[in-house]
């Protein structure tokens, strides 16, 4: 085995990944989602999905939910540097809450005829899916859950004649009276 170049023995530390939810309160004016956003780019983090939607309007309040993945010292890291910006309130990770709800809606388009076209009905009836535009050739299901259900209902769809999918991004809210 190389010994480091350096005079102190440096520790191989490989902290797995870990995907995480953060819920943040920002005020809702231009530019807000671009600097949180440049964090992100800016020192290289992933953004695994991404939902921005003003929640109180009388208050000009936005709520941007944020899926990313990293060390937990570079989640620390993320979760700091965002609570620092001036336009946001308020950082909670929503994974580390462990009380909290995910969901996601997407849109799947399959085409297909015959058997593949009475498969892709009958799994969209167990997946709880519904048939939101139908033509004699395909389907639009709409579909809302965890995505990681969302994700089994895609790769089923895939042999039965997949086209597109449009996905909106992961929304979170904290289960009980309290509010963020």
Do not use: C
Not at 12 to 37: C, F, K, M, W, Y
Not at 43 to 62: D, F, P, Q
Not at 67 to 86: A, C, E, S
């Amino acid at each position: 085995m190389d010994q480091p170049a350096s005079a102190y023995f440096m520790e191989d530390r490989h902290d797995p990944n870990e995907a995480h939810t953060l819920s943040v309160l920002v005020q809702n004016e231009p530019g807000v989602l671009a600097r949180v956003i440049g964090l992100f780019s800016g020192r290289g983090y992933n953004i695994e999905s991404l939902t921005v939607s003003e929640t109180e309007h009388a208050k000009h309040m936005s709520r941007i939910t944020i899926v990313t993945t990293g060390t937990p010292m570079v989640i620390q890291q993320i979760k700091h540097q965002l609570d620092r910006m001036i336009p946001v309130y308020r950082v909670v990770d929503m994974t580390l809450t462990g009380r909290s709800i995910e969901r996601e809606l997407a849109m799947v388009k399959v085409k297909g005829t015959g058997d593949p076209r009475a498969e892709a009905l009958r799994l969209a009836e167990a997946f709880k899916a519904r048939v939101i535009d139908a033509t004699t050739e395909s389907f639009i299901f709409e579909i809302t859950g965890a995505s990681d259900k969302i994700d089994q209902f895609v790769a089923l769809m895939v042999p039965l004649g997949l086209v597109e999918v449009s996905r909106t991004g992961v929304a979170a809210i904290s289960r009980g009276p309290e509010g963020m």
